[in-house]
C-alpha cells in the first residue's frame, strides 16, 4: 500500500517536472510479482532475475517491482501506475494477471509488456513460460521409483493449465516405473500461503503419502516432510537445497535471467516485437537442481538419462500411448503432444482420479 | 472416495495444532476489546511477533526464549498503538489498520537474513501415562506445550474476568470509561495494560506459526491468520471458551478439508476451500439473529477525562 503511494507520487513527480530528458537515457523495466520476493520459491527466482537485469547493464536500467500483488483489478491498478510512472518494459509474472496485463497494455500502446505463463498476446504483449512440465516428469519418474506406500501427495494451487499438465507429467513418469502408484490432490487455491500448505503436507503425509511434489511457492511443505521423517520432496521454482540432501531430493529451478537481459536489450536496440516464447531444460530456462545421494544411483543415472533426452529433444514428456482420464485416445503410440494442447491442457490423463475443479 | 484413509486421530491432534495461533491472538484480541479498544493490528502484531521470534530462536537456539522474545516485540508494537489511541486520541480503526501495515513492512525488513533458514522448534511435551494411554495419548497428550498453555490461558482470562476484582474493573472500563473514571479507576492506563496483553499474545501466536507450525520465515507468513481472529472474538461474543470452540471450529474445518481433498472426496474443491470462511459467516449470522451480541459499549470510543 505504502508504496503504491510511493509509486503514485513518483509518477506525479515525474510528470511535474518533465522527467523525458531524465528518463530518456535509462530504460525502466517493472516487475509486478504474485507473492514477496523472499518466498524462497517462484517470486524469489524472478526477483532473481530482475536483480540480474540490473547487474548485467549497470547504470542504463532502472527496474521497479512491486511485490504481494493479488490477482485481478489490483495489479491492473500496479501496472498502469508503472505505466504512468515512465517504465519501457513491464513483466507480469502470474498466470492471473493475463487479462489485466492485456487491458493495460491496450491503454499504453507504448509500453511493452511481457506476461509469464499466459497465452493471450497483443502487439504489445509478449507471452513466456518454461516448460516445467519436463522438469515435472523426472520428479515423477523419482518420485515412483522412491515411493514405499505407492502414494504420492501433490500440493496443487490453481486448476489452470500450467498446474494440469505438471500432474500429468509426473503421474505419466511415476506409473511408467511404478504400476501401483496413487495420487492424491490437494487445490491449495493458493500460490502463496505457508500455514496453508503446511496444513496441506500434514494432510497428505498422514494419509499415507510418502512422497510430496508441490505447485506452491513456499518452502513450509519441505519442513512438513522433514518432520515427519521418512517423506521425501522436490524444490519448486527454486532449488530450495536447505531442505537437502532430504527429504529434497531435487528440484525443479526456474532461470529467468537469460530471457530478462534479452529482452531488456531488445527494448533498448529498439527491436522488441511480440513474442511466445517456451523453452524448456534444453534452453536452460527450466534447471534440475542437483539429485541428492537419497536417491539411489541407478534411479539417478536413469533421471539424468531422462535430462538429456529431454534437453536435447529427443524425448518428449508427452509421448503416447497417453489415454485421458475418461478412457478416450489422446496420443496414439509415439506421437507427440503439440503444443496448442498443452498450452490449453484442461484434462487428466487416464489413471488420475478425482476431477479437476472447474 | 475412500474416507477411511482419514484418520481422525491425527485429524484432532493437527486440528488443534492449526487452531492454536487464531486462539492465541483471539484471546489476546478479547481482553483488549473487554477494556474498549478496538485493535485491528492483530496481523501486524503477529507477523512481528513471528520474525522476532524467530530471529531470537535461531540465534540463541532456544524456542522458549523466541516465545518470549516475541510476546515483548508484539507488547511494544501494541504500545506505539496505545500511547497514539490512548494519550493522543487517533482513531483506532485507522491506527489498528496502520499498525497492520507497519507490521507487516517491519516483519520483512528484519526477516530478509533470515529466510531459508531452520529454526528450532519445540520438543513435543510426552507427558507420563497420559501419553501412553490409546487414541487419547496421542490425539490429546503428545503436543508441545504451546497448545497446553493456550488452553489454560482460556481458563485464566475467563476466570479473571468473571470472578477477580481486576477483572471486574477492566470490564467496567469497557461497559463505560466515563463511569469507570468517575469511581476513580485509571482508565488509560487500564487500556493500555489491555492493549499490552493483547499485543504479547499476537507476538506469541506469530511465533507459533514460525516457530512450531511451518516451522520457518517467509515473508507474509501469517496470511491473514490475525483476521480471523478479529473475526473469532466476534463469533465467540467476547467469552473466553468460545473463542475455544470457535479457533477449534475454524482451524478443524481447515485441517478437514485438507484431509477430505487428499482423500479424493467427491465434493466440488471450492465449496471445501471456502467451507471454514463459509461456517464463520453461518455462526457470525446466527449469533447477530439473536440479538445481544455481547459487545462491551465503550468498543472502540475514545475516552478523554474532561469530555
Known amino acids: 500500500m505504502k508504496r503504491r503511494t510511493l509509486l503514485a507520487s513518483a509518477a506525479a513527480l515525474t510528470l511535474a517536472f518533465g522527467g523525458a530528458a531524465f528518463a530518456e537515457d535509462k530504460t525502466k523495466v517493472g516487475f509486478v510479482f504474485v507473492g514477496p520476493v523472499g518466498d524462497g520459491g517462484w517470486t524469489y527466482e524472478h526477483n532473481k532475475g530482475r536483480l540480474a537485469v540490473e547487474a548485467h547493464f549497470g547504470d542504463k536500467v532502472e527496474t521497479v517491482f512491486q511485490e504481494s500483488v493479488p490477482e485481478g483489478a489490483d495489479s491492473e491498478r500496479v501496472m498502469t501506475q508503472m505505466a504512468l510512472s515512465g517504465a519501457d518494459l513491464i513483466f507480469t509474472t502470474s498466470f492471473g494477471y493475463m487479462d489485466p496485463t492485456i487491458n493495460v497494455a491496450a491503454k499504453f500502446p507504448d509500453v511493452k509488456f511481457e506476461h509469464a505463463t499466459g497465452y493471450k498476446q497483443a502487439d504489445n504483449v509478449s507471452v513466456y513460460s518454461a516448460r516445467f512440465y519436463e522438469g515435472r516428469a523426472i520428479q515423477g519418474h523419482i518420485a515412483g521409483k522412491m515411493t514405499k506406500t505407492n502414494k504420492i501427495g501433490y500440493i496443487a494451487s490453481f486448476p489452470i493449465p500450467e498446474v494440469i499438465r505438471g500432474i500429468n507429467s509426473a503421474y505419466i513418469h511415476a506409473k511408467k516405473v511404478n504400476p501401483d502408484v496413487e495420487f492424491s490432490i490437494i487445490w491449495a487455491y493458493t500460490w502463496f500461503d505457508p500455514a496453508k500448505e503446511a496444513d496441506a503436507a500434514q494432510a497428505l503425509i498422514e494419509q499415507g503419502a510418502d512422497v510430496i511434489l508441490q505447485h506452491t511457492d513456499s518452502t513450509a511443505p519441505q519442513a512438513a516432510a522433514e518432520a515427519a521423517g521418512n517423506v521425501v520432496t522436490f524444490g519448486q521454482a527454486s532449488d530450495m537445497a536447505e531442505f537437502g540432501p532430504f527429504p529434497r531430493v531435487s528440484s525443479i529451478i526456474d532461470d529467468w535471467a537469460p530471457y530478462y537481459i534479452d529482452r531488456v536489450q531488445a527494448v533498448m536496440d529498439g527491436t522488441w516485437t511480440s513474442t511466445s516464447t517456451w523453452d524448456g531444460i534444453g534452453a536452460g530456462m527450466v534447471a534440475i537442481g542437483e539429485i541428492s545421494d537419497a536417491v539411489p544411483a541407478d534411479v539417478k543415472a536413469e533421471a539424468l538419462a531422462m535430462q538429456d533426452a529431454l534437453a536435447d529433444g529427443s524425448y518428449h514428456a508427452f509421448t503416447g500411448p497417453i489415454n485421458k482420464q475418461d478412457g478416450t485416445v489422446w496420443l496414439a503410440e509415439g506421437e507427440t503432444a503439440d503444443d496448442g494442447t498443452l498450452a490449453g491442457m484442461s484434462f487428466y490423463v487416464e489413471g488420475l482420479t478425482g476431477e479437476i475443479p472447474n | ?307
Open chain 2, 1 to 307: 472416495m475412500d474416507l477411511s484413509s482419514i484418520n481422525p486421530i491425527l485429524l484432532i491432534a493437527s486440528l488443534m495444532v492449526s487452531a492454536t495461533p487464531i486462539l492465541l491472538a483471539a484471546l489476546g484480541e478479547l481482553v483488549v476489546e473487554k477494556s474498549g479498544v478496538l485493535n485491528l493490528g492483530v496481523e501486524g502484531m503477529m507477523i512481528t511477533g513471528a520474525i522476532c521470534g524467530f530471529a531470537i530462536g535461531v540465534n540463541t537456539g532456544s524456542p522458549v526464549l523466541g516465545f518470549m522474545f516475541a510476546a515483548i516485540c508484539g507488547a511494544l508494537l501494541s504500545l506505539a498503538f496505545g500511547i497514539l489511541t490512548q494519550y493522543l486520541l487517533s482513531n483506532q480503526v485507522a491506527t489498528g489498520l496502520g499498525l497492520t501495515l507497519v507490521g507487516l513492512g517491519l516483519s520483512s525488513l528484519i526477516g530478509k537474513p533470515y529466510e531459508g533458514i531452520k529454526s528450532p522448534t519445540l520438543q513435543k511435551m510426552e507427558i507420563p501415562i497420559l501419553s501412553d494411554l490409546p487414541i487419547v495419548g496421542r490425539m490429546l497428550f503428545s503436543h508441545d506445550p504451546m497448545v497446553y498453555f493456550s488452553i489454560a490461558l482460556v481458563a485464566v482470562v475467563w476466570a479473571v474476568l468473571k470472578y477477580t476484582r481486576a477483572g471486574l474493573i477492566l470490564r467496567a472500563v469497557g461497559e463505560s470509561h466515563d463511569a469507570a473514571h468517575a469511581l476513580g479507576y485509571k482508565v488509560v492506563r487500564i487500556r493500555i495494560m489491555a492493549i499490552l496483553f493483547g499485543g504479547a499474545c499476537a507476538g506469541l501466536a506469530g511465533a507459533y506459526i514460525s516457530l512450531v507450525r511451518v516451522p520457518q520465515w517467509t515473508e507474509g507468513m501469517t496470511a491473514g491468520a490475525g483476521w480471523i481472529a478479529l473475526a473469532i472474538v466476534v463469533f465467540a461474543s467476547w467469552k473466553p471458551w468460545r473463542i475455544l470452540i470457535g479457533a477449534y471450529l475454524f482451524g478443524g474445518v481447515t485441517v478437514l478439508q485438507l484431509n477430505l481433498q487428499a482423500a479424493g472426496a467427491k465434493v466440488p474443491v471450492e465449496v471445501l476451500s471456502m467451507s471454514p470462511y463459509l461456517i464463520t459467516i453461518l455462526v457470525l449470522v446466527i449469533i447477530s439473529a439473536r440479538g445481544n451480541h455481547g459487545a462491551p459499549a465503550a468498543l472502540g470510543k475514545i475516552f478523554h477525562a474532561s469530555r
